[in-house]
């Protein structure tokens, strides 16, 4: 792992635990998203930097309601509780991959997705929310759409997306290559 990733890693722990962070000073009367990017090869190592942090803020912080998701995971289970999935495998398996992504296009919509999302998550039953498996969920999902579709449903409840790209504080660019849209809501976690 490079030494700048490796710092940036060793701040999160310490800045989701802080009052400030949680309290969401600082920022006015902005949704508190913020995004941790990093780059793409070194998914595995920040997975387990993940799971660390699930382990360590309960323990720094036990009174925090944390609850983690992850993205790839959750549409995975949507498509089963609708009974989709076996349908999405057996399509791509026949029609191949084009034919999958126009027939979820309608039951990923990442609206109906968000919804999914704050459903699970609860957000007012919750201090902090992590999400994974960005990278993962593409190309069924576009992060900025789900992100924008989950403002108005999270609350004040804070959201740490672990993105395998780049978010310039403008726009986010999975990969390091592909662009989305401009999505301008989120702050960056740490430096």
Known sequence: MNADLS???DKILGRLTSDNFLKGEGLGNEIPCYAFDYPPE?????????????????KTRPEIRLTH?????????????????????????EKGDDALLSAL???????????????????????????SGVGSA???????????????????????????????????????ILEDRPYYRAFRLVD
């Open 42 to 58: 070194y998914e595995l190592e920040v997975r387990q930097h993940i799971a660390f942090l699930l382990t360590q803020i309960p």
């Open 105 to 131: 296009k309608a039951p990923l919509d990442a609206g109906r997705l968000a919804k999914v999302f704050a459903e699970q998550v609860e957000p007012e039953k919750h201090d902090l929310v992590l999400v």
């Open 138 to 176: 593409y190309p069924l999902l576009r992060t900025h759409n789900l992100l924008n579709n989950l403002h108005p449903l999270m609350g004040r409840t804070p959201l740490v997306l672990f993105y395998p790209g780049i978010y310039d504080g403008q726009s986010l660019r999975l990969f390091g």
């Open 69 to 93: 998701v992850n993205l790839f995971d959750l549409i995975v289970g949507y498509l089963k509780e609708r009974n989709f999935y076996d349908k999405a495998l057996n399509i791509q398996r």
């Open 7 to 9: 710092k940036r890693l």
